[in-house]
């Protein structure tokens, strides 16, 4: 069993960055490889219980229930998922628009919740 203050090995990192390269931008990708190369085993433990979004699903729930708010619903954007089944996706506008953002929309938020578990 390795201690909690050991660094993270690179086989785990090559583990994440394969598992979980797609759900994130491509420009983020060196930033979680050189924090995760500077990360410890209670780290990777924190980050193994996290939760990430998958932007394909993400998208294929918004072009399939984005009028009700479905997509935003799966983000935990709950908020703009009331509004969005409210108004019937803008009245289809806001749904169209989202079609096309909410991919790279879940990516971005997959980082920020990167960054929270990381601790910066």
Do not use: H
């Not at 229930?65 to 009331?82: E, K, S």
């Amino acid at each position: 069993m390795r201690d909690l203050l050991d660094p993270i090995t690179p086989e785990q990192i090559d583990l994440f960055m394969v598992t979980y390269g797609r759900y994130f931008l491509s420009r983020d990708l060196e930033t979680i490889r050189s924090m995760l190369e500077s990360s410890t085993q209670a780290d990777w433990k924190r980050l193994m219980e996290t939760k990430f979004y998958d932007p394909s699903v993400i998208t294929i729930f918004s072009l399939v229930g984005g009028y009700f708010g479905l997509d935003r619903f799966m983000r935990n954007d709950v908020t703009f998922g009331i509004l969005k089944l409210i108004t019937c996706g803008g009245l289809g506008i806001w749904t169209v628009v989202d079609w096309f953002i909410s991919a790279e929309d879940t990516a971005k938020k997959n980082f920020e919740l990167f960054m929270e578990v990381m601790g910066e």
